[in-house]
């Protein structure tokens, strides 16, 4: 039976608030290393078993990480795709540390559908980006975006690594983005996939494909991104 306090509150949920309230003043910040459970059982007064219950709880909502022989640690905050925002913009409203690494840039003119997508002939040449996203030193997603070699002449590797790519079509170009189509979906990881995101093979990801328009009503972008989960949430708001 689980130990209760006097409050009516079971004891583990009770540590499991008092975790989560440190986490959210700032005193215990992403990263940080959590109490064990044989000091919770201490600070407490409870049972190692209510102790690693409360652990597991929190691990559950996604607020900690256990790794075996090192301990529980703070989690990253997850990523919520509630706005249309580049990348860069999502993980800095979030207070996050965010870069990118170019993994390849290339013209391709074998991408029929994508052409397609973007109302485009089905042999224009494209702009193949593959980018790997990070949050401080840590891979959080794969973006591969698509959009006219014509079109958008003259986007460098270098820029890239450094802006984003909203900000070089908005400020470079006169593209103003307004909204995006999405088929959003879960699939497993591929060897080369959980390479780059280091997360096992066949492990759970977000895929997200984009259709990107500006305020010409044209699409100028097309987007598949590969989000890991544990780093991601998609957040929904339904209307009857």
């Known amino acids: ?37 044989r000091e ?29 022989g090192s301990g529980t640690f703070v ?19 979030r207070g996050l540390a965010v870069s990118s690494k170019v993994l390849s840039l290339s013209i391709t003119h074998t991408e029929q559908e994508i052409a397609a997508r973007l109302a485009l002939p089905a042999t224009s040449p494209l702009v193949k980006l593959e980018r790997l996203r990070l949050s401080g030193d840590e891979p959080c997603a794969i973006e591969t975006c698509y959009f006219s070699a014509d079109e958008f002449a003259g986007i460098t590797k270098a820029r890239l690594d450094r802006l984003s790519l909203f900000s070089i079509l908005e400020r470079d170009y006169g593209i103003q983005i307004a909204h995006a189509d999405e088929e ?19 492990a759970a990801v977000l895929r997200i494909r984009q259709k990107i328009y500006s305020t010409s009503g044209k699409p100028g972008l097309y987007v598949l991104g590969l989000y890991r989960s544990d780093r991601h949430s998609l ?5 009857r």
């Open 40 to 68: 919770l059982a201490r600070i407490h007064g409870v049972s190692l078993m209510t102790a690693r219950h409360a652990l597991i709880a929190l691990e559950r909502e996604g607020m900690v990480v256990r790794r075996r």
């Open 75 to 93: 989690a990253p905050p997850k990523i919520h795709f509630n706005k249309l925002m580049s990348y860069t913009e999502q993980m800095s409203g």
């Open 184 to 202: 959003i979906d879960a699939t497993t990881a591929d060897a080369h996939t959980a390479r780059l995101l280091d997360i096992s093979s066949g």
């Open 235 to 239: 957040f929904i708001r339904r209307f």
């Open 1 to 37: 039976m689980a130990q209760v306090r006097k409050n009516g509150l079971p004891a583990y949920k009770q540590i499991q608030s008092t975790i989560m309230r440190r986490v959210e003043k700032g005193s215990l910040k992403p990263g940080d290393l959590v109490d064990s459970e």
